[in-house]
């Protein structure tokens, strides 16, 4: 398994690798990631209290993560027409802070730049174990972001595509790992929805 794929079975279930009202996305697309200023400080994360809520309302207990795709070749990958340009940025900007949120230990963000079905999956990494759940978001809200080299460790896009569903697809590289990240659209922003693994050859 891939350190893409790692992140996102970690931290949504499926690099991802994965991270609002919970269910809604609140990014700011004119936030640019830097590595002289707080990685994601352009994110609207959710209260830890509306993540518990969102996760353990009335009762209900997160089910197990589904399993994520197979690891796929580059000619097995999803096929569909190239983006245009503004899609590209877009979608680019939204997974460069999701991975980078990712690699400096901040979940809230994470959750914020992930779809619903993702962050289900996150949750029921936890299960039966709220008060788990809680103690981490709570260190991550309490907690210093960990530096990262977001030039160094994250390659921008590549060969983004539209999906047939109306989601888009791209490769994107985490520290010499290659992996097919999916987005979808949720109240109108662009949020991170699958990740597939690219098998070298």
Known sequence: ????????????????????????????????????????????????????????????IPGTPAAGPSPSAMDELPQGEPADAETVAAVDHVVQTWL???????????????????????????????????VVLEDDAASTPEPIDLQGDIVSATDVRMLDDGRVGGIWMLQGDTAFIILTQEDGQWVVDDIIDVIDE
């Open 1 to 60: 398994m891939t350190r893409l794929s790692m992140t996102a079975a970690s931290i949504a279930a499926a690099f991802c690798l994965a991270w609002v009202s919970l269910g809604s996305t609140a990014l700011a697309q004119d936030a640019t990631p830097s590595g002289s200023a707080p990685i994601c400080a352009g994110v609207a994360t959710p209260e830890v209290d509306a993540v518990m809520e969102d996760a353990y309302g009335d009762g209900t």
């Open 100 to 134: 980078a949120c990712s690699l400096s230990g901040e979940e809230l963000a994470v959750l914020a730049l992930q779809s619903d079905r993702m962050d289900q999956g996150f949750y029921g990494m936890y299960g039966d174990n709220p008060w788990v759940f809680r």
